[in-house]
Structure formats: C-alpha cells, structure tokens
C-alpha cells in the first residue's frame, strides 16, 4: 500500500523497516507508526498541530462531546461495505478508531502531518495503520481504498481522486453555519458565519448530506478550555479571556454537514 516519498515506488516491509528498491528506508517507530514526511515536504520544524493542541484535542473527544458525529460517521460507511479506508488528516486517531470499531473487518489507515498526533494515535490503537505524511502527497498507491474519510481536513482532489477504487466514496465533515457560535461571537464585532453550500470537488459527484445539529452544556471550565485550544480561533483570546470565558459554563452550538461523494466508476469497456 506504501510508496516511497522519496522517488514513489513501492514500499516493502522488511523486518521493521519499509524499503523501496532505491534503497530508501524508513523505520516503523516504537508506537507502530511510520513516518514518510521527507523534511522537503516540511513547511516548519514540527508541522501540523502542536502537542497543547493534540492533547487538548484528545481530552475533549475522548470525554465524549462529539460522539453523536463519530457515531454519523460510522453509520454513514457501514452501508458502504468498505473494506479499505483512509482516515485523512486523523489527528490523534479518534475518529479513526471509531471507524475501526464499527467496521472490524476493514483495514483502516490513518495519516496526518502532525508527529505527536500520529504517536498518540498509534500507541493507542494498533490494528490500525498511522503514518505520518503530507496529506497533499500521501504515501499510497493509485486505486488503494474504498472509502476516505475527511474530517476538517485539507485536502487535495487530485490526491482523492487518485486514490479511491473507481465507484469509491468520500466522506467529508465540514462546520455548518451554526458552529461554535458561541465562541465566534465572543472574539468577533461581527459573526462570520460558515457557507452551507456543498462543496464541488473535482471528479467526484455529490451523492447526500447529513447536517448533525446540537448544543454543548458544559459543568466544568476545563472542558470549554480543552474546547477553545483546539480549535483555530483559540489565539483570538488572551490567556485571561479563556479563563473569563470558560467560567461562564456558555452553551455552544455545534452544527456539521457530513456530506457523500462517489468518484466515478469504471464503464463498460473500460
């Protein structure tokens, strides 16, 4: 399934090391990743989301606020039948073993930019396969999956396109115009909302969308905080802003659109 960063061929497990046949190598590391971000692909030193962000992040999921999308998510490929999925841009591999969870007969991959999240990731769940890697360059060969999933991630159509099986799917959860509402009004004069329209991608058509509507009642100022730091909007506030704000206990929107798109299938004679 792996190809080599360096110069694309394919990537062969040798003991408990990937090889091409240029002789490039790359270690499965200690937690059971591998990480195939050349330092060219780099844009910074340690890219991706930091490790206050990633443990923010975890904290947060793992208590279980977002369940109701995890849940979506997995229902939504069930019917799907998929039995190869990559989880793009998978962050600390919440969603990704959620996935794994609801469909145990799939081999699931996970992969993103961010070292510290791909570590978490794997020393938590081994039956899945992280790596670290450019999701704008992803390690895989063409035509390796059934199903990618999407969540907050970017992304590059020529990547998906290239590799989903003709008639594969994509998953993708963006923010839908009630997002986090709440803590945009706290930082913003004026609310910017997110669009709701579904998004073209290129090679794809657009087969339904969900959109998962609900409000966040928080007892406790840690889990508002854990809130804030990962989201983007967390430098808007002064470290004394967070503690203001989290103490309040304010209820937050939180509005989704998990969205289906289906990549072409091959024609007769094709």
């Known amino acids: ?50 490790k206050e962000m990633m443990l923010a992040r975890r904290a947060f999921l793992h208590a279980g606020w977002y369940a109701p999308l995890a849940q979506a998510v997995c229902d939504t490929l069930t019917p799907l039948a998929a039995k190869s999925i990559l989880d793009t841009g998978c962050g600390e591999g919440y969603y990704t073993a959620q996935v794994k969870q609801a469909l145990p007969g799939a081999t699931v991959y996970g992969v993103d930019i961010s070292k510290a999240a791909i570590k978490f990731a794997a020393k938590a769940n081994s ?11 992803l390690p895989f060969a063409a035509q390796s999956f059934d199903a990618i999933v999407r969540i907050y991630a970017p992304s590059k159509p ?23 509402l709440q803590i945009k009004q706290a930082v913003y004069d004026t609310v910017r909302l997110h669009s709701d329209d579904v998004e073209a991608i290129n090679g794809f058509s657009h087969l339904s969308r969900q959109r998962l509507q609900y409000q966040l009642s928080f007892s406790q100022p840690a889990d508002v905080l854990a809130l804030i730091q990962m989201v983007p ?33 091959l024609t007769a004679g094709h």
């Open 127 to 137: 039956a899945i396969q992280f790596s670290v890697a450019s999701v704008y360059q």
């Open 158 to 180: 020529e990547e998906l396109q290239r590799l989903l099986k003709p008639g594969g799917h994509l998953v993708t959860v963006t923010p839908g115009p009630q997002h986090l």
């Open 233 to 265: 909007l967390a430098w808007k506030f002064s470290a004394e802003q967070k503690q203001q704000f989290a103490a309040t206990l304010p209820q937050i929107d939180v509005d989704f659109q998990l969205d289906v798109y289906q990549k072409a299938p």
């Open 1 to 50: 399934m792996y190809l080599c960063p360096l110069c694309q061929n394919p990537l062969a497990l040798n003991d408990k090391q990937y090889q091409c046949a240029n002789r490039h190598s790359f270690d499965i590391a200690r937690e059971g990743y591998v990480n195939l971000l050349p330092v060219q692909q780099k844009n910074s030193k340690a890219p991706g989301d930091n």
